[in-house]
């Protein structure tokens, strides 16, 4: 799932031109995740650290945050074979401290660390009780950032090559094969112990270094799974968890594609409905022409890519993973139309490649090892090989190559159908997994029930990423303690597009005061207060 939206995303999904569908396929070879048991290795010394917090010497992030690290095992089944450093950053809070509330921004593959220092000024609220602290979970950002490096004769990570031709399930089935050794060849050791499981494991390691007794914790869509998980691990352990954009627990690779399909096609009408009233659009103002004129554009780029502003080629997915960006709320609508404009009038691919990577230069650069990097170091694909690396951790179906051969024509029209633009996208993220060790079993089997201190989950009517079902769904199967928030407005998450939403989270978080039950809060601009349950 997508990170949380912003006005200037960060590097996320496909960081970067070029990263086409077989940039995508760059996610890393995972190893099978245990799930958690009894007779566990003894933990003590990693229990017993303490965060020291210093100013950060990364150039990236504002002067007043503050960094740190915190040590996990490589392995939790066995902590003496190797340990893993995870970045923190923080805002100390502002007044007294009841300790700290850890964010995630979701993805999954999206930095926290970077996250914080870009978008702090949304959580500064949160400051009046807490030490506000951005984490990178392992594989992500600057911990041990997994990569899949560049193909032989390419000039950089992010150009791997043309999509992937669905006709020829051989040729795909050896591609994704290639880029697999590829991929684990690039990564390190992290690579076999990423995904999930680990990280809520990772998350009570770092709960315990703060110095605080329970997991005060806010995460966004890809984040709400990794909150869900850790209720399920620890749930003696939870505090206050507000969790925004809520993932499915239950869905597999291939559901969650077709639905996230299906609620991008909807977000890309929604903005060209609004295009076609401004003379500007680049795409006319007659409605049905301009979303035939998107497909045209997509497929001719598909077939003739152009030359990327930063080096290697820019095709039709490339196209797509950028309008994706730009669709995760109404606010970016206006950046989007203005990308769109130079590309379809001048063919120059710079805003819309700006528009995908934040308009930030891509960093290049890449140091194996279970070592903490800089910013500037953090490969051009993280962000895309962790996001696969971690779903296909996490997701236990494995089709074989003959029933994939056999389904993929069916795929492509089942994908097809829930959008022209994104179906092709989407279904290539699914196939990533081919190849790949079984994913753990313990999200869907296991976490359901959970015992713990009342949650807040958040889902959003219009969210194009995390439909509005998922939160219900999820609710359902976390049991009494999910209390559930209706937010009524558009968007992929509330917390920064909804005042409403915003307040709500921040009194639970920061005072203990849950909204009732099955209570929304209007879309903004539409007046009034959080009303009773939703019919």
């Given amino acids: ?43 003590t010394r990693f229990y017993r650290q303490k965060v020291r917090w210093t100013a950060c010497k990364d150039v990236e992030l504002p002067k007043d ?61 949160l400051t009046n009780g807490y030490d506000v602290v951005g ?3 392992r594989g992500v950002g ?18 791997a090559g043309e999509p992937p031709d669905l006709g020829r399930p051989p ?24 995904g999930t499981v680990n990280a809520s494991r990772d998350l009570d390691v770092i709960r315990q270094a703060l110095g605080d007794s329970k997991l005060n914790y806010l995460g966004f869509s890809y984040g709400t799974r990794l909150g869900a998980v850790y209720a399920a691990q620890f749930p003696h352990n939870v505090g206050r968890m507000a969790l925004d954009g809520v993932d499915t627990l239950t ?21 060209l ?35 990327s502003d930063f080096g290697g080629s820019f095709s039709g997915q490339d196209l797509v993973a950028a309008i994706g960006q730009g669709l995760y709320g109404k606010e970016l609508w206006p950046a989007l139309e203005r990308a769109l404009a130079t590309l379809v009038e001048d063919g120059d691919t710079r805003a819309v490649e700006n528009l995908a990577s934040g308009g930030h230069a891509l960093p290049q650069g890449h140091r194996r090892g279970a070592g903490l990097v800089d910013g500037s170091e953090i490969p051009a694909d993280n962000l895309s090989a962790a996001l696969m690396a971690i779903n296909c951790a996490d997701d236990p179906d494995r089709p074989s190559a003959e029933r994939l051969t056999r389904d993929v024509a069916r795929l492509d029209e089942e994908y097809q159908r829930a959008s022209p633009v994104f179906g092709r996208f989407r279904l290539t993220q ?68 909804s005042t409403c939403v915003h307040a709500k989270v921040d009194d639970f978080l920061l005072y203990g005061t849950l909204p009732p039950d099955g209570s929304s809060c209007p879309a903004d601009g539409d007046g009034g207060a959080v009303t009773g349950s939703p019919d």
């Avoid at 995870?86 to 805002?91: C, G, V």
């Avoid at 040729?171 to 992290?190: D, E, H, I």
């Fill in 273 to 307: 409905g609004w295009c076609v009233t401004d003379l500007g659009c680049p795409f006319g103002q007659d409605r049905r022409k301009a979303g035939e004129a998107v497909v045209r554009l997509v497929r001719s780029l598909d077939k003739d890519p152009v030359p």
């Fill in 1 to 43: 799932m997508p990170a949380v939206p912003r006005t200037r995303p960060a590097l996320r999904r496909c960081a970067g031109a070029g990263a086409v569908a077989l940039a995508l396929l760059g996610a890393g070879l995972p190893a099978a995740v245990s799930d958690t048991g009894g007779g566990q290795p003894d933990l």
């Fill in 430 to 497: 699914v196939l990533l997994c081919y190849g790949r060790p079984r994913g753990t079993d313990f999200i869907r089997e296991e976490v359901k029930d959970v015992p713990s201190a009342r949650m807040l989950l958040v889902g959003t009517r219009g969210d194009p990423a995390t439909p509005y079902s998922w939160t219900v769904e999820t609710a359902k199967r976390l049991g009494p303690s999910a209390v559930v928030l209706d937010n009524r407005g558009d968007g992929h998450t509330g917390y920064t597009s």
């Fill in 135 to 137: 984490f990178d979970p």
């Fill in 65 to 125: 945050i503050q960094c740190a690290k915190v040590t996990v095992p490589l392995d939790y089944a066995q902590p003496a074979a190797g340990t893993l450093d995870l970045a923190l950053s923080r805002y100390r809070a502002t007044g007294r401290s009841r300790g700290s509330v850890l964010l995630n921004f979701g993805g999954p593959g999206g930095s926290g660390v970077s996250g914080l220092g870009q978008q702090g000024k949304d959580f500064l609220g």
């Fill in 251 to 271: 869905e597999s690779l291939a559901e969650q594609g077709v639905a996230g399909a299906r609620g991008q096609q909807t977000a890309l009408d929604d903005f």
């Fill in 142 to 159: 600057r911990s041990s950032p997994v990569s899949c490096g560049a193909p032989e004769g390419s000039p950089d990570a992010a150009s």
């Fill in 171 to 194: 040729a795909l089935m050896k591609a994704l094969k290639q880029l697999t050794l590829r991929c684990t060849r690039n990564s390190g050791p992290v690579l076999a112990h990423i």
